[in-house]
């Protein structure tokens, strides 16, 4: 947006000025300048806890409020339910006001940094030929002279006008070629693909002049969600995003789970027709959402982890979990979209993204190809959290790689009021370490229905630099609150009252949630201490770390670090990529060479297992504490929790 759609928010008594778009709600922005504003229902306009002073300025009004007539004439706001539309100056009220010298710190850890890849740093598409192709012809109507066959009177016209020598026609080609030159009065469409360096396949032809109608989609097929992309194969414009939760989290959360399942009879095809189903449904809704007609589309391109690659090609998948851990195949030849049951038009072509091994797939590469990492010279640490964490780290040099079991935590998986990150899920929290009351935000501001990954790895952070936990993890017993309870599980804290929830529960996190996240994070450091040390690096040799992945793209830097999932590194150092599968895939449809490209990327990356290596379960084991049990590899982390210990 322009600067002119730019409004101040001054946060009072203690003057702190943050630069906001207009319209965006307050409470987020109270919590993004590391505000402390009391608020218990997640954002859903019930409790009426965060409510502010509004001094000057103007704000609107997003959804109802419950504040008494009275408040609302002392000036008072509710925080979750206003949006701000000019320079406001707002004043916190006294049960909201954090001391001083803890404000102040928090602010410059909670402020939100984030750093997106900056452009010259991402690959460009100028000047490369697309890997879907559409060129218009206009051909000599053959005589009793000239009467050769009409699939030598296009590759001929082809060779004089263009120079192809090297392309060849398809049977589903032929089959059109007939009726579309005389439709079109000797003037036709071609479609071919370009994915191959040797040939050039046409595998559609039509009648007049189609070239201004080509679409590509795009798709990453994650584990727990598969999302697509339309784009103009022309402009290189993306014209709809969409994603849906992959079917198959119906018969397992994790690819150990679908590949068991898939062992049993008739499991293969389920699970590849789950997949198949999913994306079906986000090329509709890519379609509908850009008003754009399918019979338009000429290619497809999809990335994703190896299981899901082969799942979705229903490709037997049993030797990926079994040591040597040995894919059926780490490249795929291109294929009919149809054939797979992708519900386009016969002429579509699909490519996969390579895989580099049974746990390092497509989504990986995809990822490494956007983030160009092969291409410069900064040591990178390249990290997609999840279920399975995969780990990339090099530079145009060199390229090593593993992946590492973290578990489902991340995604709310094993954690008693765990969920993914959908409305109602709390993703964002915030204590008072005075009175140890929590600011928290929903998705969607609704009404608290669980917590999500992002939500979880805020929260314990929180618990732990406020000195509710210790660095194990577990419940300080003589705390001032009765948030602290001992439930039937063990020890726990209140993160939201039933009153104020979806659910009519206490929404709680127990000792025993903590310990999962523990060793959910433990694995991911763990892994790149030992991928490093490899390599013969540690982590101060870093040049930079990006993090990629939906799941990363919610990460807050300084909580991750507080944690002990991300290393202590200054936080300039960081950069977030988003969907690099996702991105890598519109790159590769948009760009015969970047497809090309990938293919080197997967035969030079070299690949460790994590699980072959005796390192790995030492450092994992020395990366269960908080933030590890090395206190100089994370020295200002533990200062800083000295410091509150000191305080309070």
Not at 551 to 569: R, S, V, Y
Request: proline share 4%; aromatic share 6%; charged share 20%.
């Amino acid at each position: 947006m322009p600067d002119s759609e730019k409004v101040n928010v001054c946060f009072l008594p203690d003057n702190i000025n943050i630069s906001v778009q207009k319209g965006e709600n307050l409470l987020e922005i109270a919590m993004r300048a590391g505000i402390h504003i009391n608020a218990s229902c997640g954002g859903a306009g019930v409790c009426g806890k965060c409510k502010v002073i509004l001094e000057t300025g103007e704000v609107g009004q997003d959804g109802d409020d419950v504040l008494s007539i009275e408040d609302k004439k002392k000036g008072f706001v509710q925080a979750c339910t206003s949006t701000v539309l000019t320079d406001v100056d707002i004043r916190i009220p006294p049960e909201s006001i954090m001391d001083h010298k803890v404000l102040n710190r928090r602010q410059k850890e909670s402020a939100g940094f984030r750093q997106a890849m900056p452009a010259e740093s991402l690959p460009s598409v100028k000047g490369h030929l697309p890997l879907f192709v559409k060129i218009c012809l206009n051909v000599k109507e053959p005589t009793n002279i000239d009467n050769v066959d009409d699939v030598t009177r296009l590759l001929s016209t082809l060779k004089k006008e263009y120079g192809f020598d090297n392309i060849q026609i398809g049977l589903r080609g032929i089959r059109d070629l007939a009726r579309a030159f005389r439709e079109g009065n000797w003037s036709v469409t071609v479609t071919f693909n370009n994915g191959m360096p040797d040939v050039k396949w046409i595998v559609r032809v039509e009648a007049g002049d189609t070239t201004m109608d080509h679409l590509g989609i795009a798709i990453d097929i994650g584990t727990t969600t598969i999302g697509g992309e339309l784009i103009d194969l022309n402009t290189g414009k993306k014209l709809a995003e969409y994603a849906e939760y992959n079917a198959q989290l119906s018969y397992g959360e994790d690819v150990i789970t679908r590949i068991i399942y898939s062992q049993k009879p008739g499991g293969l095809k389920k699970m590849q027709g789950l997949a198949v189903q999913t994306i079906n449904n986000i090329i509709s809704n890519l379609i509908k959402q850009a008003d754009m007609d399918i019979a338009n589309v000429s290619g497809m391109t999809v990335a994703g982890n190896t299981t899901m690659t082969q799942l979705f090609g229903e490709i037997y998948p049993q030797y990926l979990r079994e040591a040597p851990y040995v894919p059926t195949a780490r490249e795929f030849p291109p294929v009919w979209a149809t054939d797979l049951g992708i519900e386009v038009r016969k002429h579509v072509v699909l490519y996969a993204v390579p895989c580099v091994a049974s746990y390092v797939g497509g989504d990986i590469v995809a990822g490494i190809l956007s983030s160009q990492i092969s291409k410069q010279d900064p040591l990178t640490l390249y990290i997609d959290i999840g279920t399975n964490g995969e780990i990339v780290i090099g530079n145009k040099d060199w390229l090593t790689t593993a992946s590492c079991s973290a578990g489902p935590a991340f995604e709310g998986g094993g954690i008693k009021f765990g969920m993914r990150a959908t409305t109602g899920a709390i993703e964002n929290v915030f204590l008072n370490p005075s009175t140890y009351e929590p600011m928290i935000v929903t998705i969607g501001r609704k009404k608290a229905k669980g917590i999500c990954g992002s939500g979880l790895i805020n929260l314990v952070s929180e618990l732990l630099s406020c000195c509710i936990i210790d660095q194990s993890g577990k419940f300080h017993r003589n705390l001032n609150t009765e948030r602290v309870r001992k439930g039937e599980e063990g020890y726990e804290y209140v993160l939201d009252w039933a009153n104020d929830t979806a659910i009519e529960q206490d929404i709680t996190i127990t000792e025993a949630d903590i310990d999962n996240l523990i060793r959910a994070k433990a694995a991911m450091f763990a892994g790149y201490v030992t991928l490093l040390e490899s390599v013969g690096l540690s982590i101060n040799d870093l040049d930079r770390i990006i993090i990629a992945g939906g799941f990363g793209n919610f990460i807050n830097i300084n909580h991750a670090i507080t944690l002990g999932l991300l290393p202590e590194l200054p936080v300039e150092k960081y950069y977030f990529l988003g969907n690099g599968s996702l991105l890598g895939a519109r790159l590769c449809c948009l760009s015969a060479e970047l497809l090309a490209d990938t293919h080197e990327l997967a035969r030079g990356m070299t690949n460790i297992e994590l699980s072959e290596n005796p390192n790995f379960m030492d450092k994992y084991t020395a990366s269960q504490f908080l933030p590890h049990t090395d206190g100089s590899i994370f020295s200002n982390t533990i200062s800083q929790i000295e410091c509150i210990k000191e305080q309070w």
